[in-house]
């Protein structure tokens, strides 16, 4: 069974850190690239974050980049979003994605919310 199980969302204070997971069974996951998309509230879901499969290079919005880092671990099958510096705009569902061609699966989806 596919699954993508995301951990690590939750409250944070501005300018703090938040590090995020999602961990990945039932496909092999090294290779899919994946991805960190986030929604917030009447807005689109945007791109965050992007890996390729064997993490040797990762692309960020403009909006993250210098702030937040995203790894991999294929032997774990795992990824992670270390979110720094984190702003109001920040908040948002973040979802994890993988991707090989027209192959693709989501997680469920969790908030992160910024607030003092």
């Known amino acids: 069974q596919v699954q993508l199980v995301e951990s690590g969302g939750g409250l944070v204070q501005p300018g703090g850190s938040l590090r995020r997971a999602c961990a990945a069974t039932g496909f092999d996951f090294s290779s899919y690239s994946m991805n960190w998309h986030r929604q917030a509230p009447g807005k689109e879901r945007e791109l965050v974050a992007a890996?390729?499969?064997?993490?040797?290079?990762?692309i960020y919005a403009d909006s993250v980049k210098g702030r937040f880092t995203m790894s991999r671990d294929n032997a774990e099958k795992i990824v992670h979003l270390q979110m720094n510096d984190v702003k109001p705009e920040d908040a948002a569902v973040y979802y994890c994605?993988?991707?090989?061609?027209?192959?693709?699966?989501w997680g469920q989806g969790t908030q992160v919310t910024v607030s003092s």
């Open positions: 994605q993988a991707v090989n061609g027209l192959s693709k699966y």
């Open positions: 890996i390729t499969r064997a993490g040797d290079s990762t």
